[in-house]
C-alpha cells in the first residue's frame, strides 16, 4: 500500500517536471529576450509598434519613447509598446 503512494507522487513529480519544461522555462525564456530587446532601444533604431506602426525612435527615457512616424509627427508611448526592433 505504502509502494502504491510512493507511485502516485513519483508520477506527480514527473508531470510537473514535464510542464516545467514544457511551458514555464520557454515562457521565462521569451521574457528575458523580450526586456533585453527593449533595454536595447537606442535613438535612431526602427521599431514597430504592438499595434503594427512603422518609426523611428527620437528620444529614450527611462520608460517611454518618442517615435517619429511620418515627417513633422512623433508621438511619445511606453516601452512596453515596442512590438520589434526592425534591423
Same mark, same amino acid.
Given at each position: ?5 510512493? =507511485? ?8 510537473? =517536471? ?6 514555464? /522555462? ?7 529576450? /523580450? ?15 504592438? =499595434? ?15 517615435? @517619429? ?17 526592425? @534591423?
Amino acid at each position: 500500500m505504502a509502494s502504491q503512494n510512493w =507511485g502516485s507522487l513519483i508520477w506527480l513529480v514527473v508531470f510537473f =517536471g514535464i510542464m516545467y519544461f514544457a511551458m514555464i /522555462r520557454p515562457q521565462q525564456q521569451q521574457q528575458k529576450k /523580450r526586456n533585453e530587446m527593449l533595454a536595447s532601444i537606442k535613438e535612431g533604431d526602427k521599431i514597430v509598434t504592438v =499595434g503594427g506602426i512603422y518609426g523611428y525612435v527620437t528620444k529614450v527615457d527611462k520608460d517611454t519613447l518618442c517615435v @517619429r512616424i511620418a515627417e513633422k509627427t512623433e508621438v511619445e508611448m511606453q516601452k512596453s509598446g515596442v512590438g520589434a526592433v526592425v @534591423r
